[in-house]
């Protein structure tokens, strides 16, 4: 049986803010919530404040929501104005993430038959799903991430797949999962679209400092290896000194030295953009979106979550950087 999925769309005159471009979908996104909110609850948030922040689809343990057109994209993964997972992705949120139990398993196991639908719906098979982390490297969906679950939930919506009918073998694709043989043709940006990852990231993990010169044969690295995660997360707190005091958003904006360094310390723990387009990057003002930033961090850490770096948003930050 067809899951029902409660329409609660975005006004159109928010489009601007929440949903700005055209979409035609390639990917599918999955995130776990910073809280313990149901589906309604989350969409109604979404929809009405004033954060651009946005998704298509919340899912509880009753029931899936709809906030924004699958035709239309959405901010969600944290890769920039033109990155391909806001640009070509659904994202779909567990509800009842922060603190599970009983609820939040039934969320995610509606979660897992939802997607499956979407995947049978569009002919995709498991190789169009994503996590939130392979985007911009948040660690998102946090719960499932943090269990180790991540390849069982994978082989949970297959399985769902394959019930419905679906497709479940992978795109034709020169990837072992873990690295990618570069073919004739290939470009850095093809291969990052084709396996879901920034170009960014593969000249991170691979060395490559001119992503014109990638050779026929070369292996890939598609992931960060866990020794090279250990190295950058044991020098992260030497590099990004946190200011004391307080900074929050003014008129003029407030901007400087200590507001770089708040932005760093965010970049470094994948809640802000550490470069992109204009004003996307660490720029040292302290805007709306870097406040958007904060306040997320906040949601996710048990803060309250007002937008305002202060003494306890700092010894969190402190904390996670170490």
């Known amino acids: 049986m067809a899951i029902k ?13 929440k949903c700005p471009n055209p979409m035609k979908a390639e990917y599918i996104t999955i995130h776990n919530t910073a809280n313990d909110a149901s589906a309604a609850n989350e969409i109604s948030y979404m929809k009405n404040n004033s954060s651009s922040t946005s998704f298509h689809f919340a899912v509880d343990d009753k029931q899936v929501i709809q906030g924004i057109p699958t035709n239309r994209n959405a901010w969600h993964t944290g890769d920039g104005t033109n990155g391909t997972g806001n640009r070509k992705s659904i994202g779909v949120e567990i509800c009842y993430s922060k603190s599970g139990g009983a609820r939040y398993k039934a969320a995610e196991k ?10 049978k719906e569009r002919g995709w098979g498991i190789d169009r799903v994503r996590k939130h982390q392979d985007w911009n490297g948040k660690y998102c969906p946090h719960r499932i991430l943090s269990e180790g679950r991540w390849n069982q939930v994978k082989a949970a919506i297959e399985k769902e797949l394959k019930a419905f009918g679906g497709k479940t073998n992978i795109s034709s694709s020169s990837s072992s999962g873990s690295t990618y043989t570069v073919k004739k043709g290939d470009t850095l940006s093809k291969i990052a679209k084709a396996e879901g990852v920034s170009v960014a990231n593969l000249q991170s993990w691979n060395n490559i400092k001119d992503p014109n010169k990638i050779k026929v044969g070369q292996k890939l690295k598609l992931k960060e290896s866990d020794s090279s995660s250990s190295t950058k997360t044991s020098g992260k707190k030497r590099s990004y000194p946190l200011p004391s005091g307080v900074i929050k958003v003014t008129s003029p904006m407030t901007k400087g030295t200590n507001v770089r360094q708040v932005q760093k310390a965010l970049a470094a723990l994948y809640f802000y953009p550490d470069k992109g387009a204009k004003n996307n990057g660490i720029d040292g003002y302290y805007g709306p979106k870097t406040a958007n930033a904060v306040k997320r961090f906040q949601l996710m850490h048990g803060l309250s979550a007002d937008g305002i770096y202060g003494p306890k948003t700092r010894a969190k930050i402190e904390a996670s950087l170490k």
Do not use: E, P, R
């Open 5 to 17: 999925v409660v329409k609660n769309l975005v006004s159109k005159s928010k489009y601007g803010l």
């Open 110 to 119: 509606l979660a897992i038959k939802f997607v499956a639908q979407l995947l």
